[in-house]
């Protein structure tokens, strides 16, 4: 078949993978790890919960479905007419599982025995779809009790009010797996059509870390993938305002310390923001707001935030970005007030340039010993091929940052007006905790 | 493959070690072993999270934090853990093998110096005791912790269940103590943790991965033999082989989604074929996809998203966790008990059981591969009368036999039933 192989080595690390463009359209990479005993496998689609408006290379209209298909697939996707994936699963002793997340739907397996079955298993059930009216009704049920267990965990809940009080339009704001309404709205026919449009093998990839080798797994894909059209897909989304939707929200749940999210906003230029970018904003939130920082000295020291729970994170993907600082507060406003404040102050004086020396080494290091896992190398190979980024120039870009682009982002990004804070306070109710 | 190298460098102070240039990183913890004591559990708890603070060389939570980030984000953390009985205080710490540094520099050496300065020789104050900042900072932070656990409605259901189950044993109380104790602590109630542990817990320190262990041994060996230490307090578990009665507790709660917790005494030796089977029936019955909790009470009844099986083996017992509508409750109860009763009958097929061991073979076989999964792996070792390593307990699980199975279902007795139940109707 007509398969083209490349070898990428990293000359900083001495790793190297292989990157297959194979016949069918499938884009796929293998991380040989010598003498590891188990194998990672991740086989995916560029489509997420994000994408509920869309427009195929090959018709002429914009397609417009139900929030929550994409995670519904997911789910369904394990049936075939003959029965489900993870009883061919138990024969060969792999562990299974999948996710959706805004922008993509994987599939994945660890195994230390009958690779090369489980993979076959992978890739077969994956392009067999099999929904009835039955099937989707069924499976309605299930997905209603997990989205009910969502609905009592206030970490998720406080995520999607942010997200709700930052974006107007945007559907990184629905929740992944749809609501109780939208998921009573799927049709098989709804599922075929995403089916149909998304696991085009053009639109995927499959990524293998671990005890396994590239020709075997070059023969399986020949032996099972089946030939795609080559479709692209747009991703089609309603133009959102610079501004956010609101400054504060807040939800009363059974919880006993209030948990806060606290948002900053971002305008993108391009569909997405550039690696540069990326690694430029994540060291900058570790010399604002590591645990090496004065901030967090602060805030630790008023008894404002624990170690626990307290983090930041670059909330990036198609279409949307932000910086979100997240934990549990005695008083979340006065955590913002501060935050806020820390920001001016560091503007003015510029970044230390110990503190970004000392920023680069952690992160570096914090990377490279992310390489230890086939599951983390597999699943990060994936979204970064998705993202447009190449795995290993991540660890390149790290180490090659200059002081000035981490300057250029604190000037840009972490503006005051276009941050929004959600809290989840306790019931007013809320003498019900037992917990002595 | 995965053995671990062992020797005893004190009394009731054992050095493990794998030396492995797969990993790119260097894990080295050490962990005091000490009975739950209701008088010192929350004292114990709160001092390998105060030792973490500072040290003499950085001492001040954000100097240390800020060396450890320059020795290439090197990780420093305390955890407290329940094995049965035993309260078991670990400190950890992370870094990257000497040989991906982008400069050469030799982190595994200043990690050793590190953690037994953190060990041996923390920065007391004139009046020697830990700083009361530090002690202060920990005591708001476990209170929080424990708090925080509330929110989780899964996790605080299944310890829930736990407490009213093991009231009367030590087991029930909880790793970090009541919270009342932890509320009533005093810095020098941890300064005298302190001295207890290092004098009088059983110890394990281990070194994992891309680096020459005997350096390491050494250092420790030498610091260990400057002190007086004494025989360490036994480290037993109390075992309930069957229960008497089943006790039901339910409590109301506003959540969606209501939670059953079900606890039984699995009647199995630890370290014998019992311990073995029961583990296998535990995952045939709940332990995957495939297993008979997951098949019949979610995918073909609809009455759960979640409904798992664990054994904690140290401590002999299995924990059912669903979570339920709450018009659901009672039926999910008749199934799981009907599942388990399956098993009794011995209506178990030669596919589920092969596929059962083959999940857990997989998940022992994959431990090699993750340097924290081989510390949890050895930790729980040393609580068995015989060091195994994975591959051993992979070999071991393929020998049990159906029969072996059905005996192990029939010694299992339901002791416990907690149910938190959430708001009625369920569509909000």
């Keep these: ?436 | 493959m995965t053995e671990i190298n062992q020797h005893t460098i004190g009394e009731g102070i054992n050095f493990r070690s794998i030396q492995d240039s797969r990993f790119k990183t260097v894990r080295m913890s050490i962990h005091f072993m000490l009975p739950l004591e209701q008088d010192h559990a929350a004292a114990n708890a709160l001092l390998p999270f105060v030792m973490c603070r500072a040290s003499k060389e950085y001492p001040d939570f954000t100097r240390l934090s800020r060396r450890l980030a320059e020795l290439y984000g090197a990780s420093l953390s305390a955890e407290v853990q329940k094995f049965g009985d035993v309260q078991v205080l670990s400190i950890s710490m992370v870094s990257l093998a000497d040989s991906y540094t982008l400069y050469h520099e030799n982190l595994s050496k200043e990690l050793t110096e590190l953690l037994c300065s953190i060990v041996f020789d923390p920065p007391f104050d004139s009046n020697g005791l830990f700083s009361a900042e530090d002690f202060h900072q920990e005591q708001r932070q476990a209170l929080e912790t424990i708090d925080a656990e509330f929110n989780d409605k899964r996790t605080y259901a299944k310890q829930r269940c736990e407490q009213v189950m093991c009231a009367n044993e030590r087991y029930g109380i909880r790793r970090y103590g009541s919270r009342k104790a932890v509320a009533t602590l005093q810095c020098g109630d941890v300064t005298n943790a302190w001295k207890r542990v290092i004098q009088n817990a059983k110890i394990e320190i281990m070194v994992l991965g891309n680096c020459n262990p005997q350096p390491v041994c050494d250092v420790f060996a030498s610091a260990f033999a400057k002190l007086d230490r004494n025989t360490p307090d036994s480290c037993d578990t109390e075992i309930i082989k069957a229960a008497k009665e089943c006790k039901e507790i339910s409590e109301h709660m506003e959540v969606a989604q209501s939670k059953l917790v079900m606890g039984f005494r699995a009647g199995a030796q630890l370290d014998t074929p019992e311990e073995t089977a029961a583990r296998l029936m535990v995952t045939i019955l709940g332990g995957t996809p495939h297993s008979k909790l997951f098949l019949n009470v979610r995918e073909k009844l609809s009455l759960c998203y979640y409904c798992a099986a664990r054994f904690n083996s140290i401590k002999d017992l299995i924990f059912i966790e669903s979570g339920v509508e709450t018009k659901n409750l009672a039926d999910a109860r008749k199934e799981i008990l009907t599942q388990w009763q399956e098993i009794c009958d011995g209506n178990i097929t030669d596919a589920e059981i092969q596929s059962a061991k083959l999940s857990i073979c997989n998940s022992y076989r994959t431990i090699g591969d993750y340097l924290g999964g081989l510390e949890s792996w050895y930790l729980t070792q040393t609580f068995r009368p015989n060091i195994q390593t994975p591959e051993e307990a992979a070999e071991e699980i393929n020998t049990v036999t159906k029969e072996e199975i059905v005996a192990a279902a029939n010694r299992v007795t339901l002791d416990t039933v907690y149910q938190l139940i959430g708001n009625e109707g369920s569509v909000q």
């Design chain 1, 1 to 436: 078949m007509n398969t083209n192989i490349q070898k990428i080595t990293s000359q900083r690390i001495g790793d190297s993978y292989y990157e297959i463009n194979h016949s069918t359209g499938l884009k796929i990479f293998v991380y040989p790890k010598e003498n590891s005993h188990s194998t990672y496998a991740v086989f995916g689609t560029k489509y997420g919960s994000i994408d509920n408006c869309f427009k195929r290379s090959d018709e002429a209209n914009i397609q417009q479905v139900p929030e929550g298909i994409a995670h519904f697939l997911e789910h369904k996707l394990f049936e075939s007419e003959e029965g489900d994936a993870f009883a061919r699963y138990a024969k060969t002793g792999a562990s299974a599982n999948a996710y959706t997340s805004f922008d993509m739907t994987c599939y994945l397996f660890s195994c230390t025995e009958n690779l090369y079955e489980s993979l076959e298993i992978l890739l077969d059930f994956v392009q067999s779809p099999y929904f009835t009216e039955q099937t989707v009704r069924k499976e309605q049920g299930i997905i209603g009790q997990e989205i009910r267990m969502y609905d009592d965990d206030p970490n998720w809940r406080v995520m999607f009010n942010l997200l709700g009080a930052l974006y107007h339009h945007h559907p990184v704001k629905i929740d992944i797996t749809g609501t109780v309404e939208s998921i009573a709205e799927i049709t098989p026919d709804y599922l075929y059509q995403c089916y149909r449009t998304f696991y085009n093998l053009n639109n995927m990839a499959l990524c293998i870390a671990g005890n396994v080798e590239v020709d075997k797994v070059c023969e399986i894909a020949d032996k099972v993938l089946k030939q795609s059209e080559p479709v692209a897909v747009d991703r089609v989304f309603e133009k959102e305002p610079a501004s956010i939707v609101e400054k504060r929200v807040e939800q009363k749940l059974s919880v006993s310390v209030p948990l806060f999210q606290l948002g900053f906003k971002e305008t993108l230029t391009q569909p997405r923001k550039t690696l540069e970018e990326v690694i430029s904003t994540e060291l900058l939130l570790y010399i604002l707001a590591s645990d090496s920082s004065l901030l967090y000295r602060r805030l630790l020291d008023a008894g404002l935030i624990n170690e626990a729970s307290f983090g930041v994170e670059y909330f990036e993907g198609p279409g949307y970005a932000s910086i979100i600082f997240s934990g549990e507060s005695k008083d979340p406003d006065e955590v913002k007030k501060q935050i806020c404040q820390e920001i001016v102050q560091v503007r003015e004086k510029g970044i230390d340039p110990i503190a970004f020396e000392r920023a680069k080494k952690a992160m570096y290091g914090r990377n490279v010993a992310g390489l230890n896992s086939s599951e983390n190398i597999a699943n990060s190979m994936i979204s970064l091929f998705f993202a447009g980024r190449e795995f290993f120039s991540y660890l390149d870009a790290i180490a090659k940052a200059d002081i000035e682009q981490v300057n250029h982002a604190l000037r840009t990004q972490l503006q005051e007006d276009s941050c929004a804070l959600s809290v989840v306070n306790p019931l007013d109710t809320a003498k019900e905790n037992i917990n002595e």
